[in-house]
């Protein structure tokens, strides 16, 4: 059993459509990152939150959004989907206080661009 | 990239057998992580190797860390069909950072 929660299961959206992804975790851990995966490739760091701040990577600064409205939430905002987006969307946390090095994933979000 | 191999690998064995999947990385670490993901779930840690240990076991888990070759291994013994999974390693993007890295995975796929 997983205590990281991502709604929905499955998404399905309309290329230029926008798509809000939502993760939950019920550790009260500090910091929760988002992770896209495609098939065959490693997951890849999209941004975290380390308690209210948010640090996005470089390479996908622009093409995706997050917030978090407390502790426990964190969305993944896309504004505009495109093809590319489609891929598994893993949400995960982890406690700087108590074991920073390891994340709990959620079970993921599989995001379908058509 | 952190990472040597850029593409999934893939291994298929018979239930009972060893294996020993490999990843090496390209800048300095203090730790390596070794995840695994079943089929329908997110990856799960398995085992966490620091840069001081050159070995760590875990039930028939055995992962190693090389810091001169900058290279990891993650070895079961006696495998199940339970097994199966995709396994990743993972490091911080630099030392002391808070973002970790995977590599691209290893598909294993074990036979009853």
């Known amino acids: 059993d997983t205590t990281v929660k991502q709604n929905p299961r499955y998404k399905l959206a309309r290329v230029g459509k926008p798509v809000n992804l939502i993760c939950s975790q019920t550790?009260?851990?500090?910091?929760m990152y988002w992770y896209q995966k495609k098939p065959n490739q490693a997951p890849k760091l999209l941004l975290f939150?380390?308690?209210?701040?948010?640090?996005r990577e470089a390479d996908t600064f622009e093409k995706f959004q997050s917030s978090r409205p407390n502790n426990s939430f964190c969305s993944l905002y896309i504004g505009s989907a495109g093809l590319e987006y489609s891929a598994m969307y893993l949400c995960a946390s982890s406690s700087r206080q108590i074991s920073n090095e390891r994340l709990f994933f959620g079970h993921g979000t599989k995001l379908s661009v058509l | 990239s952190q990472w040597g191999e850029e593409n999934l690998q893939a291994l298929s064995i018979q239930e009972g057998e060893d294996v020993t999947m490999n990843c090496s990385y390209k800048t300095y670490t203090t730790v390596v992580q070794w995840y695994r993901q079943k089929s329908g779930k997110g990856p799960a840690q398995l085992i966490l190797?620091?840069?001081?240990?050159r070995e760590k076991r875990s039930g028939r888990l055995r992962a190693t860390l090389d810091t001169s070759s900058q290279s990891s291994s993650l070895s079961i013994t006696g495998t199940l069909a339970t097994d199966t999974a995709v396994y990743f390693c993972?490091?911080?993007?630099?030392?002391?950072?808070?973002?970790?890295?995977f590599g691209s995975g290893t598909q294993l796929t074990v036979m009853p």
């Open positions: 993972a490091t911080d993007a630099s030392s002391g950072s808070w973002q970790l890295i």
């Open positions: 190797i620091r840069s001081n240990e």
């Open positions: 939150y380390y308690d209210k701040i948010l640090n």
């Open positions: 550790m009260n851990h500090d910091t």
